[in-house]
């Protein structure tokens, strides 16, 4: 299957700083990306869609503030978590659809371990 | 709104003891219904998608069905390296994102 990497796989930080994680597709070019939140021993929440050049879409009660999204180019999208808290502490996982458009399977990524202490 | 219920929330089975997951779903309208495998810390593994009622798709040992309500996979003599969380979701029409149910954890005892 197509292969999406996420990095880093785990981070650590301090109450009140950013962090980065990047989700890049390594094999295809994807126009849009998803951006998922899991809680332990719960199920994917989708926290928003990433547009390659446009803004990107938030779900509801997501805040777009607190969760800056770029997709600067086919295979690259960031997620940045600004002035993180420990309620932000969770595991975040990327996709990306290999077909434009509506159809396809989409892969995910590795994940990302975020613990905000 | 669409939904996704999947059943059991877990399930032990001894290794070689077939059984199936259930998925049941509503949707407006369906452009394919997804099962991923989730090992624990890892992002969510493809496995099969399913389009249309009375589809069946097989990898190894796991075999999809789906009908216009609900979707089964069925696991038939599973060894412990199948334990895992598995996950349905729905995408339905003129929609991008897919809509996950809670995932059902399976662990095989050997």
């Known amino acids: 299957g197509a292969v999406v990497s996420q990095h880093p796989s785990r981070v650590i930080c301090k109450s009140g700083t950013s962090v980065k994680i990047e989700c890049r597709s390594l094999?295809?070019?994807?126009?849009?990306m998803f951006w998922y939140r899991q809680f332990p021993k719960q199920s994917l929440m989708l926290m928003a869609t990433s547009n390659e050049g446009s803004k990107a879409t938030y779900e509801q009660g997501v805040e777009k503030d607190k969760f800056l999204i770029n997709h600067a180019s086919l295979t690259l999208s960031t997620l940045t978590v600004t002035s993180a808290h420990p309620e932000d502490s969770s595991f975040y996982i990327c996709?990306?659809?290999?077909?434009?458009?509506?159809?396809?399977?989409?892969?995910f990524g590795e994940g990302s371990r975020l613990t905000v202490l | 709104e669409d939904q996704v219920t999947q059943s059991p929330e877990a399930l032990r089975l001894q290794e070689g003891e077939s059984s199936s997951l259930n998925c049941s779903y509503t949707?407006?309208?369906?452009?394919?219904l997804f099962w991923y495998r989730q090992d624990p810390g890892k992002g969510p593994e493809f496995l099969f998608t399913l389009y249309s009622a009375g589809e069946e798709k097989e990898k190894e040992r796991l075999k999809a069905t789906l009908t216009k309500k609900e979707s089964f996979l069925h696991i038939t003599a599973p060894k412990p390296e199948d334990s895992a969380t598995y996950l349905c979701?729905?995408?339905?029409?003129?929609?991008?994102?897919?809509?996950f149910g809670q995932g059902t954890r399976l662990t095989i005892n050997p």
């Open positions: 996709s990306a659809r290999v077909l434009a458009g509506h159809t396809g399977e989409l892969f």
């Open positions: 979701a729905v995408q339905s029409k003129g929609a991008q994102k897919l809509v």
């Open positions: 949707v407006s309208g369906l452009r394919g």
């Open positions: 094999d295809f070019q994807a126009t849009t």
